[in-house]
């Protein structure tokens, strides 16, 4: 068989393209000829992110589909033209066979040009609540994928969602001493992750930051990733107190995994996965907007019995202090918590999709009439 050709479109934002680059590492890791592109606009984290992979990225117009009737309205299905012709162009010159979109502007345009050069269709879905391009490219293909069963999309089979080996090979007990000390932390004791997600979120911040003193009498060590653009202020305690870490952002996100018994976090989609994969049990602070998209994201792994769901308008020291730290202090419900947490985890997503990949495009070599 000659080199598997795929074209993958999943930009703007690091929710899109991290999926997008994990499902390429697994097809090259089953298929190390695959030859990849991706797809992507001038707009978002694309010209950052993904030449940082190791994957040739090429440019489209970016489209945006307005939610108002304004002039932008009325322009975009010139630009919507424009933009499909330019990916129609790309499809060609690579000799695409297939194209995998993880939805997204890039993803629109990528499904609406596959279709019209025939080619086969294969779409995953992230969240919770499926977005316009994935909805719409769902009506084109049967190859459609979404991380559980609980997500509405036509012609769906739940996979679980694209991760990094390293989060899905993590050994948390293996390296639990290794992380702390890299951190600064005590081998002994609980640890709470804090973070906001690469951007950080000031209400978690705050409430988090707040508790310090409770936190600290209650023997809990801190790692706080506050986000770049975030400065946390934290009272300095008596050198014999728990340590509490303020970092304002890692790069390897698996060493404050295995540093942490416990997490506090937004519940985007990613998170949740990653967190479900390695074990971690937290308490999901949803993001208030986008309909309520996070919620649902964390919605499984707390029906589950392994995370706590906190509104963010809820969420402040006092929850801390009186909600959080009982948890935190009782190894057994952290244990038991894990373990469920564990349980809805699906850490062979990435080889799974780049296998349906692989299969449509030996389908396609196999049945080229049937374009």
């Known amino acids: 068989m000659t080199t598997p050709r795929v074209v993958v479109a999943g930009g703007h934002s690091a929710g899109h393209i991290e999926p997008t680059m994990n499902f390429a590492d697994a097809l090259r890791r089953l298929e190390p000829t695959a030859e990849i592109t991706a797809l992507g606009t001038l707009r978002g984290l694309d010209t950052t992110l993904i030449p940082a992979r190791g994957y040739p990225l090429e440019l489209i117009p970016p489209v945006s589909l307005p939610r108002l009737l ?22 060609d010159r690579v000799r695409a066979e297939v194209v995998v979109g993880f939805g997204g502007y890039v993803a629109m345009t990528a499904y609406l040009a596959a279709r019209r050069r025939g080619l086969p269709i294969v779409v995953h879905e992230a969240n919770a609540r499926p977005g316009v391009a994935n909805r719409l490219a769902a009506r084109m293909t049967t190859h459609v994928f979404t991380p559980a069963p609980s997500v509405r999309l036509a012609h769906a089979t739940a996979i679980g969602i694209p991760l990094r080996p390293a989060i899905t090979g993590l050994d948390r007990p293996a390296l639990r001493d290794a992380a702390r000390q890299r951190f600064g932390l005590r081998p002994d004791g ?21 508790a310090a003193a409770a936190l600290r009498a209650a023997g809990v060590q801190v790692l706080h990733i506050t986000g770049p653009q975030h400065v946390v202020e934290v009272p300095e305690g008596d050198p014999a ?3 509490y870490v303020v970092l304002p952002y ?14 506090i976090c937004r519940s985007g989609a990613m998170t949740c996965a ?98």
């Open 70 to 91: 304004n002039r932008a309205l009325l322009q975009t299905p010139g630009r919507l033209r424009d933009s499909v012709r330019a990916a129609e162009a790309i499809l």
């Open 190 to 210: 609980p640890v709470l992750m804090v973070t906001g997600g690469s951007q950080g979120a000031l209400t978690i911040n705050a409430a988090v930051s707040g």
């Open 241 to 243: 107190d728990p340590p």
């Open 250 to 263: 890692v790069d390897e996100m698996q060493y404050a995994y295995a540093a942490a018994d416990f997490g």
């Open 274 to 371: 990653e967190l479900a994969a390695v074990g971690l049990p937290a308490a999901y602070v949803p993001l208030p907007l986008r309909g309520g998209e996070q919620r649902l994201n964390a919605e499984p792994v707390v029906a589950a019995g392994g995370a706590l769901l906190v509104d963010n308008a809820d969420l402040d020291p006092t929850w801390i202090e009186t909600t959080l730290i009982p948890v935190l202090t009782d190894p057994e419900r952290i244990a038991a918590m894990s373990a469920h947490a564990s349980a809805a985890g699906a850490p062979d997503a990435d080889v799974v999709l780049a296998r349906h990949v692989l299969t449509a495009v030996a389908e396609r070599r196999r049945y080229p009439a049937s374009r």
